[in-house]
């Protein structure tokens, strides 16, 4: 699958909801969906404000993200970054979206964590506990360690989801995803940009461990062991292909440098 497809394409046609920004930020992602052959492919925006228009990048985190899970070997939402037109509130806006198929397979339905945590807790557990009695131990360690990486903000319970087959009695939690809160998401300026600490401890929605990213690594007890692959110099270039047209230069280099330096940082912890 092509990940950037830069030719604009039409999307006027598509309805999108709105739905507000679980972290409490300012702002509104918009949604839509539709069935190319049978098969149902959802697409997102990024953040939209009714005065100032698409002023967001948070489906260009979705795509670094992507691809830096597929360097650590870890299993994902896939997502295309796809340049288009489209419609909203009867206005044209050029920008670039996110596309995504559905992850549930046939016969599944979908539980957010939280409420299947509330729902099938036998005791006074707590949320990590829970999981690594189910035997998602391994999953929600490597969860922990990218969400650190990327410094992810919005990992509440509904962004956790178990799937289920009441027929075949199946259950298991779905790849991770929903990565567009992440990265320099509060930049929006160069200014801001330049002033960020790549390596600051923001206070981050948690369903799993503490609102800190940093702290919750405490969590896993063999780090090393998480990820089947390794961040190197050379990935940058993959990270970020065809972006140029999308991000500044200022803005790609920022986000490599968080990436490496976190990487760097978590390799140190390793070692201990």
Known sequence: MQKVITEKQDFRYLKWAHGRNSSGTAGTFLKSQENINGEKIYYKLSNFDSEKGIIGHECVNEIIVDRLLEILGVEHLTYQLIHADVEIEDMVYDTWICASKDFKMRGETKTALDNY???????NESHYEFCEQKGWKKYIDTMIAVDYLILNRDRHGANIEVL?????????????????????????????????????????????????????????????SVFTGKLKIQDKETLFRDLDNVLSRMHIDKIWEMLWSRWCE???????
């Open 266 to 272: 978590y390799e140190k912890l390793c070692n201990l």
């Open 117 to 123: 945590y509330q729902v099938n807790r036998l005791g």
């Open 164 to 224: 289920k087959n009441s027929r075949k009695h199946s259950i298991r939690i779905a790849p991770l995803f929903d990565h567009g809160l992440s990265l320099l998401c509060s930049c929006y300026a160069e200014e801001e940009l330049d002033k960020f600490d790549i390596f600051i401890d923001r206070p981050c929605q948690n369903f799993i461990g503490s609102r800190s990213t940093y702290d919750n690594l405490n969590l896993i007890d063999n780090k090393s």
